[in-house]
C-alpha cells in the first residue's frame, strides 16, 4: 500500500472574520508555492484533523484546513449553549470559504473532503466551479433528506436494538417521526443535563453504524472530548434537521455544472451509513468524474481506500492543472 507523507505542520495560521460574530480558524502547510488545495472537513461540525495533512505531496501542495462555523478552533463554539446558530448554514459555509480563498489570494484550488465535507465542497464547487481545479472525495454523501432518514432510520434494521435506544432518547418521537428534529431540540433545551444526554444517545447510535468497521475497538463519535461531541451533535442535528439548506437532489441535478473539473470519488461497497448509490448516481451524472469502489470497505475507509485517495493526490499534484 502507498505510504502516507510524513507529518506535516502548518507555516502559517489565523483566524478569519466571516461575520455574523463569527471567526474561522485556518491553517496553510507544505509549498507556499504549491499548487493550492483546500481540505473540508466532515461532521458536520468534526473540525480539521491533523493526519489528513499527510495525504498530501508537501513540496508539490499549499494545503489549505479550516475549522468550519462553530467547532474546532472557530468562535463562537457550539457547544456554548449561547452560540446562535441562525447564522450557521451550508450557504454560510460556502461564503466562508470562498472569503478565505480570497483573503489567502488563490485563484483555483482542488477540493479535497469525505462524508458531510463532500456535500460542503460539492455544493461549494456548483456555485464557483471556475474556483475549483479537481476534486478528490472518499465516502461520498450529497445529505439529500434520503440519505439523512436513511442513516438515522433506515440502518436501523441492521441494528434494531441500538436503533430503539436512539429513538427512545427522543422520548414522544413516533417510529415514523423526525427524530432528527427531536434530537436538535434536545440539544438547544436549557437544562445541561438534556444537552449532555441526547449527545450521548446521539453519539451511541452514530457509533452503532460504525460498529462493523470498528470492531468495538473505539467509538469515532463517543471517544470525542465533551466539548467536541456537544457542538458535533448541536451542529448535526441543526443541519440536518434543515435538510442542510438543499433542495432535495439539488446536488445531483446541478452536477453538470461541474463540468470540465476532473474529479475522483472513492467509495466503500459496505459503507452502512451511505451507501454506495449516491456515488454511483454522482458518477453518472458528472461525466468527468471517476468512480473507484472498495471492495471491503465502509464508510470510514481502509489501507486501499487511503492509497486511492494517496493515487488521486499525486497524480493532480503532478500535473499542471489549477
Known amino acids: ?124 464547487a456548483e456555485q464557483h466551479p471556475r474556483r475549483v481545479s479537481e476534486i478528490v472525495i472518499a465516502s461520498v454523501t450529497t445529505t439529500r433528506r434520503s440519505e439523512t432518514d436513511w442513516l438515522y432510520r433506515g440502518v436501523g434494521r441492521f441494528f434494531p436494538e441500538q436503533w430503539e435506544r436512539f429513538l427512545a432518547g427522543a422520548p414522544g418521537t413516533p417510529r415514523d417521526g423526525d427524530i432528527v428534529g427531536a434530537y436538535a431540540r434536545l440539544m438547544e433545551h436549557p437544562d445541561a443535563a438534556v444537552r449532555h444526554k441526547a449527545t450521548a444517545d446521539w453519539c451511541a447510535w452514530e457509533d452503532a453504524v460504525l460498529s462493523g468497521e470498528t470492531n468495538g475497538a473505539s467509538n469515532p463519535y463517543g471517544d470525542r472530548p465533551s466539548a467536541a461531541r456537544l457542538a458535533l451533535v448541536r451542529i448535526c442535528s441543526h443541519y440536518f434537521s434543515h435538510g442542510v439548506w438543499l433542495e432535495e437532489g439539488a446536488l445531483l441535478r446541478d452536477a453538470g455544472r461541474l463540468a470540465g473539473i476532473p474529479g475522483v470519488l472513492i467509495h466503500g461497497r459496505f459503507d452502512m451509513g451511505g451507501p454506495l448509490q449516491t456515488a454511483w448516481e454522482l458518477a453518472r451524472a458528472w461525466p468527468d468524474a471517476k468512480l473507484i469502489t472498495v471492495e471491503g470497505a465502509g464508510h470510514l475507509g481502509t489501507e486501499a481506500t487511503r492509497a486511492h485517495v494517496l493515487e488521486a493526490l499525486d497524480a493532480f499534484g503532478a500535473s499542471d492543472a489549477g
Open 1 to 124: 500500500m502507498s505510504e502516507l507523507y510524513p507529518p506535516l505542520e502548518p507555516y502559517e495560521t489565523g483566524m478569519l472574520d466571516v461575520g455574523d460574530g463569527n471567526s474561522v480558524y485556518w491553517e496553510v502547510c507544505g509549498n507556499p508555492a504549491g499548487k493550492p488545495a483546500l481540505v473540508v472537513h466532515g461532521g458536520p461540525g468534526s473540525g480539521c484533523g491533523t493526519g489528513v495533512r499527510r495525504f498530501f505531496d508537501p513540496d508539490r501542495y499549499r494545503v489549505v484546513l479550516f475549522d468550519q462555523r462553530g467547532c474546532g478552533r472557530s468562535t463562537p463554539h457550539a457547544a456554548d449553549p449561547a452560540t446562535d446558530m441562525r447564522h450557521n448554514t451550508t450557504w454560510h459555509l460556502i461564503a466562508d470559504m470562498e472569503r478565505l480563498r480570497e483573503h489567502l489570494g488563490i485563484d483555483r484550488w482542488l477540493l479535497h473532503g469525505g462524508s458531510w465535507g463532500s456535500t460542503l465542497l460539492l455544493a461549494y
